[in-house]
């Protein structure tokens, strides 16, 4: 694949501070498809720099003005669609079709949307004898993972731009063309020089350069728990902003009233999507005891089908630590029912589409996000067992409730720690709040909830 030797500073590529590379692997089969520069805090400062010099240009710039740039990128992104799509399914290994449908399809959406907003939100308000503004914070430094490396990268750029604020972007080492084809959109866009920045480059050195640089005015992070409570830290210290989207371990509350055959299949293919790897998946699925073992038997028959279809995890660490919590599962006393830790197939970062049932809330694969293709299957008793069972993590990031009325599903909903629940089936919505209740994060991205993270209030008062 080709890929740039160099950063996106300025408006230009270019060369990097140090002549070191990171290889990009296709984690299908294993092979090396190119290098980037791996970034040191040289690169991050100069790329700081840019973004500082660009502020105040684009923060005075019309929000109508922000939006037709932002609607610029939208459909460059639109018109390089299939290419990046190729792109994400070389460096991720996600099966085409589910690349172009959501990897690419949902950022060009949210994308939309933030053009939109910025055209019609309400960046001034009158309350009182006080006119309120909301100006944009400054310059961001963001961190994203690679699960959906496009979408990470445009949950944060996308509102950042809207607000008026500019940008330096690490993306994952894992998924790091992406980010530069992300970079080509932004200049074919005519995005002016500064506002958005990327520095290639590993966690601990480009990553950790940029979450504590004192020209960043607010960090936005996505990723695991371990690495974000660090940069919540560093970012604390300094009293400065930080938005942190974290790990998840999400329920499937199925109640006695539902269409159980619905529910579970709906629950195997959100585990099963994006070869288990969304912070958002719904790991734990909880059944009432009379309808347990129909439940696993439905579930074990949907994880095998996606036996043939599913992508690999993104390399060779994740494969294995995947693998041995399958491993702890089963030495816990869980049972397992389809797949198992077994390596699948002779090349790639496979793992077989699996169902341990039998698990109890204290085991590990019911508390950690394991981050693969693994389905938990619980047990409870009533309905208040159901809830303790569903809020017992440290996480509360998503979750679904299934019951015959939506009212009852509603109510069980309400009950929940947790930041997004659907109800029913209901479908994801790129314009509602999304992040977490307690270890899952701070703060929200999307929709006019994702913007106003973006932002800070002025008021003047007469
Ligand atoms: P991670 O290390 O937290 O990576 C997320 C981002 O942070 C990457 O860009 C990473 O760079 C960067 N980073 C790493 N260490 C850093 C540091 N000290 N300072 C600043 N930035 C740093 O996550 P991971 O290693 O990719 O995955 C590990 C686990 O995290 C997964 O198994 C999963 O449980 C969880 N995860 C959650 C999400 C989510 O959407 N919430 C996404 C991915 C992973 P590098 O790419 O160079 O590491
Ligand atoms: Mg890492």
Not at 225 to 246: F, M, P, S, W
Not at 270 to 296: D, F, I, K, P
Not at 322 to 344: D, F, H, K, N, Q
Request: with cysteine.
């Amino acid at each position: 694949m080709k890929a740039h030797d160099g950063m996106y500073i300025d408006g230009e590529w270019r060369p990097a501070a140090t002549a070191d590379t990171i290889a990009v692997v296709n984690p299908a089969d294993e092979q090396v498809i190119a290098h980037v520069p791996a970034g040191t805090a040289e690169d991050v400062d100069a790329a700081v720099r840019a973004a500082r010099t660009a502020f105040p240009g684009w923060a005075a710039t019309p929000p109508a003005e922000r939006a037709a740039h932002l609607a610029a990128l939208r459909d460059v992104l639109t018109a390089r669609a299939d290419e990046i799509a190729e792109t994400v399914t070389a460096e991720l290994g996600s099966p085409l079709s589910f690349s172009q449908k959501v990897q690419v399809g949902l950022p060009i959406a949210v994308a939309g949307s933030y053009a939109e907003l910025a055209a019609t939100y309400a960046f001034e308000e009158k309350v009182g004898n006080s006119t309120v503004y909301q100006e944009p914070v400054g310059v961001v430094g963001a961190i994203t993972p690679w699960n959906y490396p496009l979408h990470q990268i445009v949950a944060k750029v996308a509102p950042a731009l809207a607000a008026g604020c500019t940008v330096v972007l690490k993306p994952a080492e894992d998924t790091p063309l992406t980010a530069q084809s992300f970079a080509e959109a932004v200049d074919e866009a005519g995005i002016p020089a500064g506002v958005f920045n990327l520095v290639t480059g590993l966690g601990p050195v480009a990553g950790q350069a940029l979450a504590s640089h004192e020209g960043v005015d607010l960090v936005s992070f996505t990723g695991s728990t371990a690495v974000g409570r660090q940069i919540g830290a560093t970012a604390g210290a300094a009293v400065k902003r930080v938005a942190l989207e974290l790990g998840g371990k999400s329920a499937n509350v199925i109640l006695p009233s539902a269409d159980l055959a619905k529910a579970v299949n709906v629950g195997v293919a959100n585990v099963m999507s994006n070869s288990g790897q969304t912070c958002s998946a719904w790991t734990r699925m909880l059944v009432h005891a009379s309808q347990y073992e129909e439940a696993v038997e439905l579930a074990a028959d949907a994880a095998a089908k996606y036996g043939e279809r599913i992508g690999p995890v993104v390399n060779a660490k994740q494969q294995q630590r995947v693998r041995s919590y399958i491993e702890t599962g089963v030495a816990e006393g869980a049972r397992l029912v389809t797949g198992g830790p077994e390596v699948p197939r002779e090349q790639g970062y496979f793992v077989s589409p699996t169902v341990l049932a039998d698990v109890t809330p204290e085991m590990t694969v019911a508390q950690e996000e394991i981050f693969g293709p693994v389905l938990a299957i619980l047990r409870y008793e009533d309905e208040e067992d159901a809830l303790r069972i569903a809020n017992g993590t440290v996480y509360g990031l998503a979750g679904a409730v299934w019951a015959g009325e939506e009212s009852e599903a509603v109510a069980f909903a309400r009950r929940l720690d947790t930041g997004q629940v659907n109800i029913n089936g209901g479908r994801f919505n790129p314009l509602a709040p999304f992040g977490g209740y307690k270890q899952s994060g701070v703060g929200r991205e999307l929709g006019s909830h994702g913007l106003s993270e973006y932002l800070q209030t002025k008021s003047l008062q007469f």
